[in-house]
């Protein structure tokens, strides 16, 4: 792992314009490792996707790809060294930065988000006979937070903790929270979807067996949330999302793929954004919708949610039109 190589030329003394005129022609062979998610969701796809994109952009650069956990397990990765950069949504970012939540004591304050990638509907997700029309419902009842380690997870017991409701929480994987509702030894899971709310491969596959809803905010659990939870946006889920299911107000939060300052340097950062947003082609052949997405004022406003965007990577999209 390390900052990509600039042949014959360390950063003292290379202006930033020279790394964005010409980053593929400085880029020396070297190795980025990036963290995804788990395999079975369709942001793993994506990743995939952004291997592409930046293996396009710089053919010299070895980008290798892991399945992880999702934003804690992929913020803790860098913490240790194992990885470059990788998947963390912008609410878990603003922990980490912080040293609140998943991260209490162990803030990590040179964070730093390289682009963001998608602005993402956290889905509540239950077997449609279990009786849950409304989040309190679901008071006590076997319910899987998120993937374990993933900023689902985070996000799902920061939002029941803010509105005094306590499931029995069940851990495990997408795999393990599918079965579980299967065989109904849960009564639903939380999962982000696709854009603002569209459905997961997960999800589709889980419908064609068992019928699910989606379970929104009330307006008053809007306001608490709101208050209470840094980094949350809300959207609206349409209706029929679900055959005959209702609009769901659910939070939304942006996802980024960041780093440490202190593992990437500016050539580095530049590089990558430069190569995602020039090859987003990639990215839009997995995610549709991405083909409308503002990937440069998404990846700035999450500096007025209380994050840094790399110096490096905010160099780039300061040149974006």
Do not use: C
């Not at 980025?32 to 395999?39: C, I, K």
């Not at 603003?94 to 963001?116: E, N, S, W």
């Not at 209706?239 to 960041?258: F, H, R, W």
């Not at 209380?306 to 974006?320: D, I, R, Y």
Request: proline fraction near 3%.
């Amino acid at each position: 792992m390390g900052a990509l190589a600039l042949a014959g030329l360390g950063m003292t003394g290379l202006g930033m314009t020279s790394v964005g005129m010409s980053a593929t022609a400085w880029a020396q062979k070297e190795t980025l490792t990036m963290g995804s998610t788990n395999a079975a969701s369709s942001n793993y796809a994506l990743a995939v996707a952004m291997t592409k994109a930046i293996k396009k952009e710089l053919p010299n650069v070895n980008v290798s790809m892991i399945e992880t956990g999702a934003s804690v397990d992929n913020i803790r990765r860098m913490t240790k060294g194992e990885i470059d950069f990788g998947l963390v949504m912008v609410d878990t970012s603003i922990q980490a930065v912080d040293g609140t939540g998943a991260f209490k004591g162990k803030a990590v304050p040179d964070l730093a988000v390289l682009y963001a990638y998608d602005a993402t509907a956290l889905q509540f997700a239950v077997r449609a006979d279990a009786g849950i029309n409304d989040l309190k419902d679901l008071q006590g009842k076997k319910f899987n937070a998120g993937i374990r380690g993933s900023g689902a997870e985070v996000l799902t017991r920061q939002i029941f903790a803010a509105l005094g409701i306590e499931p029995n929480w069940v851990s495990g994987s997408i795999q393990d929270s599918v079965e579980g509702v299967q065989n109904r030894q849960l009564v639903g899971y939380a999962k982000y979807g696709v854009g603002s709310g569209g459905l997961d491969a997960t999800m589709r596959e889980l419908l064609t067996s068992t019928p699910m809803k989606f379970i929104g905010l009330t307006e008053e659990q809007h306001k608490i949330v709101a208050a209470k939870v840094k980094g949350v946006d809300f959207t609206t889920i349409p209706a029929d999302t679900i055959p005959g299911q209702p609009a769901a107000l659910s939070p939304m939060v942006y996802g980024t793929y960041s780093t440490r300052t202190s593992l990437m340097d500016d050539a580095t950062a530049y590089a990558v954004a430069k190569a995602i947003y020039e090859n987003r082609q990639f990215l839009v052949d997995v995610f549709p919708h991405l083909a409308h997405f503002d990937f440069k004022n998404a990846t700035l406003k999450t500096e007025a949610l209380g994050l840094h965007v790399h110096p490096g990577a905010k160099k780039f999209w300061e040149t974006v039109k």
